[in-house]
């Protein structure tokens, strides 16, 4: 659970800050007339599929580390179901959150404003 955590505070903050770095490409693509919901839009599915390519990367080398680590693992099989799937929904939840909030706020901003912006 603390290792769940720990990525997940690890992942909304990488996702986050991606994120907020394009609100100066946002502030673009609004002065030229995209609208606020296709930029939100695109901007999450961006993060979502990176975090999924992640997410397929992590669960392949844990299911190989889990089948090496079978041994010292008690009361649980190496390939737990459950605990994959879970920890899935959850990183891709934090992925979720982590590239809609930003996306929305930098959305919001007047263009000029989005364009000045660091």
Not at 4 to 27: D, K, N, P, Q, W
Not at 71 to 79: A, D, I, Q
Not at 88 to 97: E, F, M, P
Not at 99 to 114: G, M, N, Y
């Amino acid at each position: 659970a603390l290792g769940l955590v720990l990525a997940s505070a690890g992942l909304y903050g990488i996702m986050s800050f991606s994120a907020s770095r394009r609100t100066r490409e946002i502030g673009i693509r609004m002065a030229l007339g995209a609208e606020r919901a296709s930029v939100v839009r695109m901007m999450v599915f961006e993060g979502l599929r990176l975090a999924a390519a992640g997410l397929g990367a992590g669960l392949v080398l844990s299911a190989v580390a889990s089948r090496l680590m079978a041994r010292w693992l008690f009361g649980v099989s190496p390939l737990d179901l459950h605990a994959f799937a879970g920890m899935s929904a959850v990183l891709l939840g934090v992925a979720l959150v982590a590239t809609w909030l930003p996306a929305r706020r930098a959305a919001s901003l007047d263009p000029r404003a989005a364009l000045a912006a660091d």
